[in-house]
Nanobody, 119 residues
Framework: QVQLVESGGGLVQAGGSLRLSCTAS????????MGWYRQAPGAQRELVARITISNMTNYGVAVKGRFTISRDNAKNTVYLQMRSLKPEDTAVYYC?????????????WGQGTQVTVSS
């Protein structure tokens, strides 16, 4: 069984910073891409950032230049450093991973962590 567990969310003032972490555990053979998505109330889930196994990254337009994604393959962990936060960054942030578990590739999601940015 594979689990993705996020941490690091919380309440922060506009202009502040937060760092999210997400660790995958369980019967994992390998992890390809990992990423962060977010969903605000009444909105669709959107890409925040994504990183491949070779550390190629891409970012959503709304966060480019303010957020940085990174990963530690030895720890099966992906990070999201968020700076210059804005109230519109308020959302539930989900991590995901495309990984191989028991010889099967699949997309796995975390349970989400709330980020609230006050003005």
């Amino acid at each position: 069984q594979v689990q993705l567990v996020e941490s690091g969310g919380g309440l922060v003032q506009a202009g502040g910073s937060l760092r999210l972490s997400c660790t995958a555990s369980g019967s994992i053979f390998s992890i390809n891409a990992m990423g962060w998505y977010r969903q605000a109330p009444g909105a669709q889930r959107e890409l925040v950032a994504r990183i491949t196994i070779s550390n190629m990254t891409n970012y959503g337009v709304a966060v480019k230049g303010r957020f940085t994604i990174s990963r530690d393959n030895a720890k099966n962990t992906v990070y999201l450093q968020m700076r210059s936060l804005k109230p519109e960054d308020t959302a539930v942030y989900y991590c995901n991973a495309w990984l191989n578990s028991d010889n099967n590739w699949g997309m796995y999601w975390g349970q989400g962590t709330q980020v609230t940015v006050s003005s």
